[in-house]
Every structure is written in structure tokens, then in C-alpha cells.
């Protein structure tokens, strides 16, 4: 709708003065930065840059940039009351790389909801994996402890596909005696059984970032 041209760069956590010679180079006019580590060097000093920059992929107050992305904390909240409603009251949380900014934004999330419901938050069961390959292990461990949750909340669809997969081979019935919710919808059409997930609007954030730099250069 805008008639600009798309450079895609890679973004480099690792060497963030030389990525950001790339966007300072000249070539651009704006730039969208997707995703980076919640301690991202990038984010740190690419305010400072006479460029105008969105951050797509998760809200953050302290970024000094605008942002788009999924309510976090509000999803996990909802996602949380949601099992509390339906009479769930031991639950477990399984996060992703906790590099990334969503993990303690879910965790936030989770916790609100657990207290408005006046229920413990117990931290053996909120768990984040810089690993996910290692999720039937934390899942045999959560299981191992007295009392047990009776549903988790997953990262994504993938890792709800690979705990239910290790409650059945604990002789446990999904949902019948544990309960699993996954996040993105981006799988759980093709599960069995059918979970329920929490959708991730990318498409909708990508397109809104566009918008929101297209304005901002103009």
C-alpha cells in the first residue's frame, strides 16, 4: 500500500554495532526489528539512532521504542483463568528460551491470575527451557511432585503436542485427567485430542508494524 521497497537484515545480538551499521547506512528509511532478547544490545542503543524503528514481537515499556505485539501477561492471564474456571486449581507453566522477553511476561501473567483466584504459585511448576527438546523430562518431573498439576499451559502448539505425548505415556488421559492449553494456533488443528490454544495474531503484528513505520516516515 505504500510502495516501498523491503531490505531484509539479520539481526546480530551478538555484534550489534556492526548490524547497526547496516541500518544507519543509508540505504533504508525505517526499519522493524523483530524479536529480540529481552537484554538485546541492539534495542539498548538503537534509540539513540536518527531512524524511525518499531519493535514487533512482544511489548516492552522499557524498549524507548513504539511497539506491536501480543498482550503477554493479559493472554497468559486470561489463558490461566480460563483452567481456574473450570475448576482446575493446580497448574503448571511451561515457558520457552528465557532469553526472550515472553517468558517473564508470562510468568507475570500467570501469577496475577493464580492471586486473584487466591491460589499459591508454586515455582516448581512454572518452568522456563532455553532447550524445549527437554520438555518430557520437566514434565515427568512435574508429575513426580505431591500434589500434581492438573493441566499446564504451554509455550506453543509444538510443546503442548510433546506434553501430551508424555502424560499419555504416564498412563494419563488428556483431557480427561490433565488438561493442556498451547499458544500460537498455529498446530492445534491437526492435535489429538483437540486442545485448546491461545492465538497469536504474527499476521496481524507484522502488518501493523508496516503501517505504524510507514507513518512514522512519512
Not at 189 to 211: D, K, W
Amino acid at each position: 500500500d505504500f510502495n516501498y521497497q523491503v531490505k531484509i537484515i539479520r539481526l546480530s545480538e551478538e555484534q550489534p554495532d556492526e548490524t547497526l551499521r547496516h541500518l544507519e547506512d543509508g540505504s533504508i528509511d525505517g526499519a522493524v526489528l523483530l524479536s529480540p532478547r529481552c537484554d538485546s544490545a541492539l534495542v539498548a542503543k538503537a534509540g539513540s539512532l536518527n531512524l524511525p524503528l518499531i519493535l514487533a514481537g512482544y511489548l516492552s515499556p522499557d524498549a524507548g521504542l513504539p511497539c506491536v505485539g501480543l498482550d503477554d501477561v493479559k493472554a497468559t492471564r486470561d489463558a490461566t483463568a480460563y483452567l481456574i474456571a473450570r475448576g482446575h486449581r493446580d497448574i503448571a507453566l511451561l515457558g520457552g528460551d528465557p532469553e526472550r522477553p515472553v517468558a517473564a511476561l508470562r510468568e507475570k501473567g500467570y501469577r496475577e491470575a493464580l492471586q486473584n483466584a487466591h491460589l499459591t504459585f508454586n515455582p516448581e511448576w512454572s518452568v522456563v527451557m532455553e532447550d524445549v527438546e527437554k520438555t518430557p523430562l520437566v514434565v515427568e518431573s512435574i508429575m513426580s511432585t505431591h500434589p500434581r498439576p492438573t493441566a499446564f499451559i504451554c509455550y506453543n502448539d509444538w510443546q503442548a503436542r510433546d506434553v501430551i505425548a508424555k502424560l499419555q505415556s504416564l498412563g494419563l488421559r488428556v483431557p480427561a485427567d490433565v488438561s493442556v492449553i498451547g499458544f500460537n494456533d498455529d498446530y492445534s488443528e491437526f492435535m489429538q485430542p483437540p486442545i485448546t490454544t491461545v492465538s497469536h495474531p504474527i499476521v496481524e503484528i507484522g502488518s501493523r508494524s508496516a503501517q505504524l513505520l510507514a507513518q512514522r516516515i512519512e
